[in-house]
C-alpha cells in the first residue's frame, strides 16, 4: 500500500497563474481531507470530499479555489490566478471513514505538495 | 523540559530525558483529541489519541493527558531519542466533524 500520495511535491508558479494539485488517496479509501499549511503554523481545514460529493468546504476561499474527487481519478485541488499569499503547503489526508473522531486514528496524511507564488 | 504550546513553540530536550508539550484547546465541547508528528518536509503522523470520557491513555513512549476542566491537553514523550526531533500539534474535534489542529510546537533533542 503506497499510501497517500500528492503531487506534485513542488510546484512553482507565477502570479496569475494556475495551481492544480493532486491527491490519491489510499486504496479503500473514499474519504479525502484537503488542509493548508503556512509556514510555522498548524493545518488549516479547507475541505472534506467523498466520491464526487463536496461534504464541507467551509474553510476554502470562495474565491479562486476549488476541489473535485471524481469516480474515477485522484482528488484535485485547483487554485486559479494565484498570488503571493497562496504560497503554503497543501497537504491532503484520507480515511476509510467519515469525520474526525471516527477515523482520526486511521486518518492518513501525504507528504503534501509545496506550492510557491513568485 | 515543558511547554507551554502556543506561546512557547520552541522545546529543547536533552536526549534521554523526558518531554512535555502542551496544548490548549479551544472548544469545550470537543470529544476527541489527537497528537500528530511532523518531520521536515513530511506529512502529520498519527501519535496517539483520546477520548473526552479518558483523562490519561499510554502508548508506547507517549502519555496524553486531557485535562478537560481547563481545557488543556498535554503528551509527554518518556526517554526521548533523537528521532524524536520534529513539530508536535495536538488536534481537536467534535462529533463528526473534521480536524482543527493547535500551532505546534517544535521538540529539539540535544544529543
Known amino acids: 500500500n503506497a499510501g497517500v500520495m500528492q503531487n506534485p511535491r513542488h510546484l512553482v508558479r507565477r502570479r496569475g497563474q494556475e495551481a492544480r494539485l493532486r491527491c490519491s488517496p489510499m486504496k479503500g479509501h473514499s474519504h479525502v481531507y484537503w488542509y493548508r499549511q503556512l509556514p510555522e503554523e498548524g493545518l488549516k481545514f479547507m475541505v472534506y470530499?467523498?466520491?464526487?460529493?463536496?461534504?464541507?468546504e467551509s474553510g476554502m476561499p470562495k474565491e479562486r479555489f476549488s476541489a473535485e474527487f471524481p469516480k474515477e481519478g485522484p482528488s484535485i485541488l485547483r487554485i486559479q490566478q494565484v498570488v503571493r499569499g497562496d504560497s503554503a503547503a497543501y497537504f491532503c489526508?484520507?480515511?476509510?471513514?467519515?469525520?474526525?473522531?471516527?477515523?482520526?486514528?486511521?486518518?492518513?496524511f501525504g507528504a503534501g505538495s509545496r506550492l510557491t507564488v513568485l | 523540559g515543558e511547554s507551554v504550546g502556543l506561546h512557547l513553540p520552541t522545546l529543547s530536550v536533552q536526549e534521554g530525558d523526558n518531554s512535555i508539550i502542551n496544548c490548549a484547546y479551544s472548544n469545550s465541547a470537543s470529544d476527541y483529541f489527537i497528537w500528530y508528528k511532523q518531520e521536515s518536509g513530511k506529512g502529520p503522523q498519527f501519535i496517539i489519541d483520546?477520548?473526552?470520557?479518558?483523562d490519561k491513555r499510554q502508548g508506547q513512549r507517549v502519555t496524553v493527558l486531557l485535562n478537560k476542566t481547563v481545557k488543556h491537553l498535554s503528551l509527554q514523550i518518556a526517554a526521548t531519542q533523537p528521532g524524536d526531533s520534529a513539530v508536535y500539534f495536538c488536534?481537536?474535534?467534535?462529533?463528526?466533524?473534521?480536524?482543527?489542529f493547535g500551532t505546534g510546537t517544535r521538540l529539539t533533542i540535544i544529543p
Open positions: 489526508a484520507s480515511s476509510p471513514f467519515a469525520g474526525g473522531s471516527t477515523g482520526a486514528n486511521v486518518l492518513t
Open positions: 483520546i477520548r473526552s470520557n479518558m
Open positions: 470530499l467523498q466520491k464526487e460529493n463536496i461534504i464541507d
Open positions: 488536534a481537536e474535534t467534535f462529533g463528526n466533524e473534521k480536524l482543527t
